[in-house]
């Protein structure tokens, strides 16, 4: 069962407020760093913990955070990625709607442990509930002299904003995320230079996840030892798992990585939705390869084990779909997404989701061509890796997975 | 007509300032700012965010073709957004979109505005709540678990309502009796 080790907020939804943290034990974990701990200590745990970014890219964070210049002149600063819009995503949503002191506790750390004195939370431009939630906590955290000048009478100096976006999916990509900050339109950068180096105004910037930066406070206070021996070897600590789709209970659940799927369906959620069969398991958000019912069943809640079933844990977006759902719709449908979200920037970007959502909506229609199924695997070859950021490749993800996996559906319909 | 900021916005707009060190980030938070009072972007507000922020009017033009929450055009009373990407999709979003389709009197189009001016419908990509679909937003607040029956209730109620735009960045509650199913 889940157990809401890291992230107890989720469990009872309501205590979202200064003092119901501070019962819990909240802010402890900034108070024994000020105290004990120097900034590179801090960092040296969260390395040793082994967190990855839970944004998408599961990117080992205090790595991350050592790409930073040794020494520099400029300002350096934090920013937290709450553009939350991978499909089947919807974690961080309730991290900023029930643990915003968690996140704001996590990202004092992180800059301390970075020296960063402002930090910046990208909030996607619909979230207007949740970013009241998190303005109400900045404000409780200013009055309670957790934020600001001389933090805790410790020296510290952090400031942290709320910036919000504006409907685009794209934002989410970090170098995107940073342009549109500055206020520009969200294109992604070319990289390198890295965020790290050049970042949000030419200055060293470090981006992580929401759920990166709530994570830091328990890494914080029980030890990186404590935070391992919640996961495997190689996926340390607890992730959390948006589940949407077809089964009883879906909702976001903390799960221990190593976790067999089948566990997460049956305990978590109450199995399929009105007992009906599994088909289609999308793991990560709709970017990665798709699975089938048989894969899934061998399928443990891990990096290594995603892999090694040729998908990706990605953000935690667990999409279960039952034997009701049509792949080739279910590809038309995240193709049409892509196709969408493309910045247009890169020539087999633009023009290869276009090109992918248009033939799948013939084929669809019962006008497809017998060449159009590897006319669609080409146009994937021709987007994958040749481009500024991974939204490409992304989009090629459930096509590729859909047509090899379930090619017979596929041809039905172009023979039909 | 022209626009400019009021007195109070613009005290919001100096505490907005001070957050960053380049004016340009407050490019989006202003438009938001402007949008929340208008309903809409006009080209008057882009002259004018573009004054304030001294920055030439075709950055200003730019950003606001790039994003999708801001709209271009003079909306309904009330704008639906209604999501539709997959898990919503699967879990009857496109009968939502369809009813909507059909009580707007939309004809071929897939979104627009009823012929009395009333509603506005919109499609959109995920909303972050894939687990509570389907899922609309009405004047920007989010409408979890929807069914058909349900959104007719509420569409009734919210007609017989002269209820306000919500301002994005407001944070404002809901208009409509009945309040949104959150959670
Ligand atoms: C197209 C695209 C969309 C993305 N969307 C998000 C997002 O919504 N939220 C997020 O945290 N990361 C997103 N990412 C990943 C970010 O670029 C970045 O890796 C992440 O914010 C880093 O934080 P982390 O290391 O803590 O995961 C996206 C990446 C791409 C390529
Ligand atoms: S890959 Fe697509 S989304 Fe990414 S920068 Fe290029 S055109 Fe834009
Ligand atoms: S798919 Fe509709 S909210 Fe995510």
Redesign the interface.
């Given at each position: 069962m889940a157990e809401f080790i890291c992230f107890p907020a989720l469990q009872s939804?309501t205590r979202a407020g200064l003092d119901a943290y501070l019962e819990d034990g909240g802010y402890q974990s900034l108070k024994t760093a000020l105290d004990r701990l120097q900034p590179a200590e801090v960092a040296a745990e969260v390395k040793a913990s082994g967190l990855r970014g839970r944004g998408g890219a599961g990117f080992p964070t205090g790595m991350k955070w050592g790409f930073l210049p040794k020494q520099t002149e400029k300002p350096v600063y934090l920013v937290c990625n709450a553009d939350?819009?991978?499909?089947?995503?919807?974690k961080?949503?309730d991290l900023l709607r029930y643990a915003p002191h968690q996140l704001i506790e996590g990202m004092l750390l992180t800059c301390f442990a970075i020296g960063a004195r402002i930090g910046y939370i990208y909030i996607?431009?619909?979230?207007?509930?949740e970013?009241?939630a998190v303005?109400r906590a900045l404000d409780e955290a200013r009055g309670a002299g957790l934020l600001g000048r001389d933090i805790l009478g410790r020296g510290l100096d952090v400031d942290l904003?709320v910036?919000?976006?504006?409907?685009?999916?794209i934002c989410g990509e970090e170098t995107a995320l940073l342009n549109?900050?500055?206020?520009?339109?969200?294109l992604p950068r070319t990289k390198p230079p890295f965020p790290a180096v050049v970042g949000l105004?030419g200055c060293p910037t470090i981006i992580n996840n929401v759920e990166t930066l709530a994570a830091v406070p328990p890494i914080v206070g029980h030890g990186a030892d404590w935070y391992r021996a919640l996961g495997t070897e190689k996926s340390p600590g607890t992730k959390l798992f948006?589940?949407?789709?077809?089964v009883e209970r879906?909702?976001?659940y903390e799960v221990r990585l190593g976790t067999p799927f089948l566990q997460l369906l049956e305990e978590d959620c109450g199995g399929m939705k009105g007992g009906r069969r599994l088909k289609v398991l999308i793991p990560g958000g709709?970017s990665v390869p798709m699975l089938t019912a048989a894969e899934a069943a061998t399928l443990k809640l891990d990096y290594e084990s995603c892999l090694e079933h040729g998908t990706m844990l990605g953000s935690g977006?667990v999409?279960v779909?039952d034997e009701t759902?049509s792949v080739p719709e279910?590809v038309r449908?995240?193709a049409?997404?892509y196709a969408?979200?493309s910045c247009g920037q890169c020539t087999p970007c633009r023009e290869g989701t276009h090109w992918m959502h248009t033939i799948l909506e013939r084929v669809l229609a019962g006008r497809g061509k017998s060449g159009d199924l590897d006319l669609l695997l080409d146009i994937c070859q021709h987007v994958s890796f040749r481009t500024i950021c991974a939204l490409g490749d992304a989009a090629t993800g459930p096509v590729k997975s859909g047509i090899s996996k379930f090619r017979n559906e596929f041809e039905a319909l172009v023979h039909a | 007509m022209a626009f400019t900021f009021t007195t109070e916005e613009r005290q919001e707009i100096e505490r907005i300032l001070a957050r960053y060190p380049e004016p340009m980030s407050a490019t989006i938070p202003l438009l938001h700012l402007a949008q929340g009072r208008l309903g809409w972007v006009s080209p008057e507000v882009v002259d004018e965010v573009a004054r304030v922020l001294e920055l030439p009017r075709i950055h200003v033009a730019d950003v606001v073709s790039f994003y999708t929450m801001f709209q271009r055009k003079p909306v309904g009373r009330h704008r639906i957004s209604v999501c539709r990407t997959l898990s919503c999709h699967v879990l009857g979003g496109h009968e939502i979109l369809e009813y909507l389709r059909t009580r707007l009197q939309l004809g071929e189009a897939r979104s627009g505005t009823d012929p009395r001016g009333l509603f506005t419908l919109e499609e959109v990509e995920c909303l972050a709540a894939c687990g509570t679909g389907p899922v609309l937003l009405i004047n920007g607040v989010y409408h979890e678990g929807l069914t058909v029956p349900g959104l007719k209730l509420l569409l009734d109620k919210l007609e017989g309502l002269d209820a306000p735009l919500i301002a994005p960045g407001s944070g404002g509650t809901d208009a409509a009796p009945g309040g949104p199913a959150n959670g």
């Open positions: 939804k939350e819009g991978e499909p089947g995503t919807f961080d949503r996607r431009g619909e979230f207007l509930e970013a009241a303005n904003h910036h919000m976006g504006a409907g685009a999916y549109s900050l500055e206020g520009r339109r969200g105004y948006s589940v949407s789709g077809h879906p909702g976001v709709s977006a999409i779909l759902v279910v449908n995240l049409h997404f969408h979200e | -």
